[in-house]
């Protein structure tokens, strides 16, 4: 079984930045494709950055270029960075494992942008 936690949620005001962290209970690197979803108050979850096992990234179009999906140099982290942000990026951020079409979930972190 895998376990994920996130961390680095808060409040911050429009504009500010935060880096939202993912550790795993196992090495992901070469081996998970991991991703970041969110879900606001009232909405659907929704996906925020990919990042394959072979380190191919992509975003939602309402991120990009202000989003940034890594992976650190211990092999069961996962980042995101999130730069710009809009009072609409304010959401529960979940961090996501999937291997053999298995995904494991974290339990979320809060990201509260005010205006």
């Known amino acids: 079984q895998v376990q994920l936690v996130e961390s680095g949620g808060g409040l911050v005001q429009a504009g500010g930045s935060l880096r939202l962290s993912c550790a795993a209970s196992v090495t992901i690197f070469n081996i998970y494709d991991m991703g970041w979803y969110r879900q606001a108050p009232g909405k659907q979850r929704e996906l925020v950055a990919t990042?394959?096992?072979?380190?191919?990234?992509d975003y939602a179009d309402s991120v990009k270029g202000r989003f940034t999906i890594s992976r650190g140099n211990a092999k069961n982290t996962v980042y995101l960075q999130m730069d710009s942000l809009k009072p609409e990026d304010t959401a529960v951020y979940y961090c996501?494992?999937?291997?053999?079409?298995?995904?494991?979930w974290g339990k979320g972190t809060l990201v509260t942008v005010s205006s």
């Open positions: 996501k494992g999937s291997r053999w079409n298995i995904d494991y």
């Open positions: 990042i394959t096992s072979g380190g191919t990234t």
